[in-house]
């Protein structure tokens, strides 16, 4: 430890202003603060402070990300060896889904913290830690199949401009990540969605490549439920895997399904959901309600909803089925897009799970209403704010005495 | 933390030089009484309100005026007087209990208690053309190695009950006490006795006014130190000026943490001067580690200090990894950490600080933070970010005449972007009192 702080010393001139590179020194304060907790003390105000910090934060929800990532990898080598027909061990499968997602997390977190890092220093800013969490979240929900390009002009657009433009991390409007996913699927539509891209049936790094099976078919199950002729009724086994074997809730809970490489496995959104909750990151009214509205709106279709699959399926299969458990879990719950005071979170929340399920049922276009609902409430969230706001100020003026 | 005052009085602490520094009274545009070399009594007017003439600052000792220290731009630094050991006292009108409300308030200016007293809104040394429709007087202090005033005030309730019930005759007087008051202090008569159960900020007067009686726009509320309010009583009954107060000298850099008898304006060098352990840099804080002011050990004691607090500054410590680590010795309010795990375990569990803030700068990020810590019937987040924005309308609307910067400073402790909460409540509340008054 003596040895490193001796270096970080050492380079301390050569980064500051006048050194040689001090063109760089948001870089350097970025890796200083990263290896030692900084030690400036305290100016004004209280003395001592409390030893959490954004960074500390930030990494938790890496961790709580972590499950999804792992078994979203384990995923993508499962459904890649099931379509092409190959026998293959767990590891093996691990493996090949590792190599598939490794370079998009590559991609996203250069493109991104590359602009972060820049704007740091032209800013004179010290490097803001959101990106953390962003970088991680961008793989997990797009298709595995995405060509990088892609994935780093959409971070880039995301980071610049639903980001940065406004202020950087703490004063942006809309969740980053979801910015990045409705920039490719509305810039790249046919890359983003349809019944080709969910399943990596090509190579990962010219390995293990292999050619679809006949039978195989990589609609993800909200897809089928979107492209269902109307009238079709919605039966237990409507809903099929790639190979067509009907899909249980159970199969469905656990993730063995195509989708988002992270969006599959409600379990281990779950696991990540009680890291945020135990560690008391997110806000467990937001998730709860989320998953209320959804639950609620999807129940209510069941009973009167129009002729389709998508309105007969069990209120329950519409929670563990595509984006949703994710995106309540990880996305809504984003402290800096979602509304501030208490109340507001409460009516956020039902918000968005409603509206996605509308989204979902109403539209055909979208098989998907996660990513809609949460940026349409991201805007609204600060008008729920204002409505509690309000009725503090109304309060008080009420007290004031009338002369 | 660690370094909590035993129940037993060190020893009283003779400054030969008393400073009296005017920062410490915040709000006021000081005006010099006395020149350098004049020689004063123990009541002598040294300075006053340019404002609110009535607002007068009084020498605690009898001496001679060794300085009149100004700064930059000839800002008035402190005025220090040398004691000659003498106790001569100058003339200075009773304040008796029966008059008006006016004459009471009046004479309690006049001996010098005025310039101790807060005003809300804007948390500034009260005046008398702001008559208050309340006053608040908090019998117990909840911040960390706070003294008690169990202890401080044992044998001196005669003189507390004298000072509130001159304090009642001007305007109703709310008495908060905590479930480990003692009998002895409870009961009082001449004001209404309101009990807080609670950890810090439950013994903050800007609390038990949300709750009790809220100030509203136009209306006036004061509030004193319930040691302040005993020396009054002291004088009220004795006839006296006799300002010495205890105070505890706290912290874990303190060898033998324990009481001191003081007079404010006493260099903090002579209270703790011996009583340090220098083994890395310290930092010194003229009250308690939320709220005090940093202080080296030239500095005179604040009279609105009721603690000298001793703790390492930190800035000699590097730690590796920080945010990866469990770091089990530290405290956080937050659950990213063991704290709420140890403290289910082990109760009185104490927890060393330094003054690190722990962590880089940020824009607000998380949300709920505030609200944990503030319990009062305000948006606090909304309310700073107001403040920040000087949006005048705004700050009016959501409470900002109710509060004062020590009620955020529990919100400024748990931030986790580490913005100065504090800073920006004094400066806007500065900006509100430019513009409205």
Redesign the interface.
């Known amino acids: ?1 003596r040895f ?2 001796n270096i970080v010393d050492k380079l301390e001139p050569t980064f500051s202003e006048g050194g040689k590179l001090a063109k760089l020194h948001s870089v350097y304060d970025g890796f200083k ?25 930030m ?2 929800v890496v961790l709580a990300l972590v499950p999804a990532m792992l078994f979203g990898m384990w995923n993508v080598g499962y459904q890649h060896f099931l379509a092409i027909g190959q026998e293959a061990g767990f590891w093996m499968q691990f493996w090949f889904g590792f190599l598939a997602v490794l370079p998009t997390l590559i991609v996203s977190y250069v493109v991104g913290l590359g602009i972060e890092f820049t704007v740091a220093q032209i800013k004179g800013h ?1 490097i ?1 830690e ?1 990106f953390l969490v962003t970088g991680f979240i961008i793989p997990l929900i797009v298709p595995v199949d995405t060509p990088l390009w892609m994935v780093a002009i959409a971070t880039a657009f995301a980071v610049i401009f639903a980001k940065e433009v406004f ?5 942006n409007v809309f969740n980053v990540a979801l910015i990045t996913r409705a920039f490719l699927f509305f810039a790249y539509p046919t890359a983003m969605s349809g019944d080709q891209v969910w399943v990596r049936t090509r190579d990962a790094f010219w390995w293990a490549g292999g050619k679809a099976v006949d039978g195989f078919s990589g609609a993800t199950p909200l897809g089928q439920l979107s492209t269902a002729p109307e009238g079709t009724v919605y039966t237990d086994g409507f809903l099929h895997n790639i190979m067509g074997q009907p899909i249980s809730f159970c199969d469905a809970f656990l993730g063995f399904i195509p989708g988002s490489v992270g969006e599959t496995s409600t379990l281990a959104i779950l696991i990540g959901a009680a890291i945020l909750l ?4 997110a ?1 467990w009214k937001i998730m709860l309600s989320v998953f209320a509205g959804g639950a609620i709106t999807a129940l209510i279709f069941n009973l009167w909803g129009p002729d389709t699959a998508a309105a007969q399926m069990p209120w329950y299969m519409h929670l563990v089925l595509g984006g949703f458990a994710f995106g309540a879990v990880f996305m809504a719950t984003d ?2 897009t ?5 109340c507001a979170k409460w009516i956020y929340g039902l918000l968005i799970g409603a509206m996605a399920i509308i989204i979902r049922v109403l539209n055909p276009g979208f098989p998907e209403g996660m990513m809609l609902a949460i940026l349409l409430m991201n805007i609204f969230g600060c008008l729920f ?1 204002y409505m ?2 309000q009725s ?2 109304k ?3 009420k ?3 009338q002369k | 933390m660690p370094g909590m005052a035993a129940e037993k009085v060190a020893g009283a602490v003779a400054s030969q030089e008393i400073a009296v520094v005017p920062d410490h009274f915040v709000g006021i545009t000081p005006k010099v009484a006395v020149k350098e070399g004049d020689s004063v009594q123990a009541g002598s007017v040294l300075l006053y309100d340019k404002n609110h003439p009535e607002v007068k600052i009084l020498s605690p000792v009898s001496g001679e005026v060794t300085a009149v220290a100004r700064g930059e731009r000839r800002k008035l630094l402190y005025v220090s007087v040398k004691a000659n050991g003498q106790e001569t006292q100058a003339d200075l009108p009773k304040i008796s209990i029966s008059g008006k409300k006016e004459d009471v308030a009046e004479a309690i200016f006049a001996a010098g208690f005025g310039a101790l007293i807060r005003q809300r809104p804007y948390d500034v040394v009260a005046n008398l053309s702001n008559m208050p429709k309340a006053i608040f007087v908090s019998a117990f202090d909840s911040a960390p190695l706070a003294p008690d005033y169990n202890f401080i005030l044992k044998g001196e309730e005669a003189n507390l009950q004298a000072g509130l019930t001159a304090l009642s005759r001007v305007a109703k007087v709310y008495y908060s006490v905590s479930p480990a008051t003692s009998p002895a202090l409870r009961n009082m008569k001449d004001v209404e006795v309101n009990e807080f159960v609670g950890k810090h900020p439950a013994g903050l007067v800007g609390v038990q006014m949300n709750h009790l009686d809220p100030v509203n726009k136009g209306e006036y509320v004061w509030s004193m130190n319930v040691q302040d309010v005993a020396v009054m009583g002291r004088y009220i009954n004795s006839g006296k000026l006799d300002l010495t107060r205890k105070i505890a000298v706290a912290g874990a850099k303190v060898k033998d943490p324990a009481y001191v008898t003081v007079l404010a304006g006493s260099k903090i060098g002579d209270i703790c001067r011996d009583n340090l352990i220098r083994d890395e840099h310290l930092r010194i804080i003229n009250g308690n580690p939320l709220t005090g002011l940093r202080a080296s050990e030239e500095d005179a004691l604040s009279p609105f200090a009721a603690q000298v607090t001793v703790i390492a500054e930190g800035d000699e410590t590097d730690e590796m990894l920080g945010w990866a680590m469990p770091r089990l010795k530290k405290f956080s309010s937050t659950r990213l950490f063991a704290t709420k795990l140890q403290q289910a375990f082990c109760k009185n569990r104490t927890y060393d600080f330094d003054a690190r803030i722990c962590g880089g700068e940020r824009a607000f990020i998380m949300s709920g933070e505030y609200d944990r810590v503030f319990p009062m019937d305000i948006l606090p987040e909304q309310l700073v970010k107001a403040m920040i924005a000087r949006n005048l309308d705004h700050m009016e609307q959501l409470g900002a005449y109710e509060v004062a910067p020590e009620d955020f400073a529990l919100c400024e402790f748990v931030c986790t972007s580490k913005i100065e909460t504090q800073r920006i409540v004094r400066e806007a509340l500065d900006y509100m009192r430019k513009e409205l008054e």
């Open positions: 430890m490193l702080k603060t990263f290896l030692f907790v900084p030690n400036t003390t305290s100016k004004s105000g209280v003395h001592i402070h409390d030893v959490t910090d954004s960074k500390r934060t990494i938790t010290e803001q959101g202020g950087g991390t703490g004063y135990i560690t008391g990151v806000s402290p800096v979602s509304p501030r005071t208490e704010d509690v706001v503090n100020i309060k008080r003026m007290r004031v005495p």
